[in-house]
DNA sequence: AAAGGGCTCAACCGCTTACCG
DNA sequence: CCGGTAAGCGGTTGAGCCCTT
């Protein structure tokens, strides 16, 4: 009513991979005026997408807190039971799990994943595949797996709420709608009584007699993490990868150093190699202001 | 070294839901 | 309550990379 139609299919629309430039454009954006109100934001930058692509690159890729890849153990066995416990629901998967995007786990499922399950599921292949599981948990849940779980008095709480439930995570964009938390804080009751009894595909997935402790170390480090989101958003942290490294650039600037940021944010996205000579100018701006360095 | 088949994952498409006037 | 749009979500696609032959 009144208002003017989506610029989805209007002419001109760019489609396909961003440039950097474009990510320069987006993120410097939201870096001003924060994520939402999509519609407006190839009004207001001048570029040439649609509100659902800006989105999308937003909470896929740019959006602080993502990680890429390198899905633990751990990780595999809690998406492999959720999706069991609430089916193809990626977005409230994926607020249990609030470094990985919906579309990350997806991908993961459908091409990892699904796979395993399926072998899984043929009797003869269970078998070995427990004894597999069980030798690889015995290093997975080594008391030394985690480096970064260090604070031991994090609430558990992590696998009782979805994580987004969280405040001031960097997960908001992916927030499940009210049904979806409302389904999710049932299945997370079904989560726990998972975790108190394991399945065999549970032990299949992250090895049944010790994957109490290992969820446990694994809340606790997502808890960790929450908390080092909260620190990193406020100017402080350690890099990995480009989502991290973003988290980087857009919290300063959001603290009112843009201009040194922006630059290295340039530096980084345009560099072809991930952007080490940007991580580093990065490091020295979060060297003096975090005391305590994320080590993942 | 080249070809081609498989795999990965970023991005798009279309449907549903929430919200607004 | 109704009509319309924005936002969110899950399914699907396809370009590019990797591995095997």
Known sequence: MGRPPCCDNGVGVKKGPWTPEEDIVLVSYIQQHGPGNWRSVPENTGLMRCSKSCRLRWTNYLRPGIKRGNFTPHEEGIIIHLQALLGNKWAAIASYLPQRTDNDIKNYWNTHLKKKVKRLQQPA??????????????????????????????????????????????????????????????????????????????????????????????QEEQASIVCQEQMVMTGGGDVNNKSSALEMMVAPAVMGASTATFSLLEDWLLDDMPGQVAMDGLMGISAGCCADPIMF
């Open 125 to 218: 292949a269970a078998e070995s595949f427990q004894t597999t599981a069980a030798a690889s948990n015995a290093v997975t849940c080594s008391p030394n797996y985690y480096s970064s779980s260090s604070s031991s008095h994090h609430s558990l709480q992590g696998m009782q709420q979805p994580m987004s439930s969280y405040p001031n995570t960097a997960c908001s964009s992916s927030t499940p709608s009210n049904h979806e938390t409302t389904t999710t804080t049932g299945v997370s009751d079904l989560f726990q009584t998972w975790m108190m009894r394991p399945s065999p595909l549970a032990a299949a997935a992250a090895a049944a007699d010790n994957c109490k402790i290992a969820m446990q170390e694994f």
